[in-house]
């Protein structure tokens, strides 16, 4: 079920870019933007953000996530985060012989999973209506997507963040942040936003 509804998502002849601003206390703390672009069989996503801001001592964080969808079903992602110009993450996943290895600090990984259809960089692109849960490539496993009363989509992580998503017409237009240290809300700039089809 979960591969029959997502592969409409990601099978679109489209290119997709989106601009957000980040808002924290009434704040504007950073920005966010997200691409997608098919090719074939292949749907290309990508995530990119940069934060600053005083939690308790000045913070820049750098942030950059991909993910290659092929045919619907994800054969790389990688995530990268920057803190105050020193890197706290690198990792890759790869979808190598039926088996997804995960690379992180030099060492290797299997994941128990035989085929990952969606993950977390999904829910930037698409309203997850009837979808009951997204691959977080970060902490290696499935977290459920509830709907909420609101009309958004709760997703709470094992360390127990909280990112709840909201959408207008498809389209991702606010995400509200609820971590253990801060919160903040992300939200979809009117302006240079560009959606085309692919000839």
């Keep these: 079920m979960t591969l029959m509804l997502l592969i409409p998502m990601l099978s679109k002849a489209q290119n997709l870019q989106l601009n957000y601003k980040i808002i924290r206390n009434g704040d504007d703390i950073g920005w966010m933007r997200l691409e997608k672009n098919n090719v074939g069989n292949n749907s290309d996503l990508l ?7 005083k939690i308790i001592f000045p913070i820049t964080v750098f942030a950059k996530d991909s993910s290659i969808f092929e045919k619907g079903n994800l054969i790389y992602s990688s995530q990268f985060r920057k803190t105050n110009g020193a890197i706290k993450l690198k990792k890759q996943t790869r979808l190598i012989s039926n088996e997804y290895e995960v690379l992180e600090n030099g060492a290797k990984e299997k994941l ?12 930037y692109f698409q309203e997850p209506i009837d979808l009951k849960s997204v691959y977080c490539d970060i902490q290696q496993c499935f ?3 509830i709907k909420t009363a609101d009309g958004g989509y709760k997703v709470k992580f094992p360390n ?3 990112n709840c998503y909201y959408y207008k017409e498809g389209v991702c237009t606010k995400i509200k942040i609820m971590h253990s240290f801060y ?8 302006q240079n936003n560009s959606y085309a089809n692919s000839k």
């Excluded at 128990?112 to 829910?123: D, G, K, V």
């Excluded at 919160?183 to 009117?190: G, K, N, R, W």
Aim: aromatic letters at 4%; proline letters at 6%; one cysteine or more.
């Design 47 to 53: 995530l990119v953000t940069e934060i600053k801001t």
């Design 143 to 145: 977290v459920n997507v």
């Design 183 to 190: 919160s903040a809300e992300i939200i979809l700039s009117p």
């Design 112 to 123: 128990p999973f035989s085929i990952i259809n969606t993950n977390l960089l999904c829910l």
């Design 160 to 162: 127990g963040n909280v």
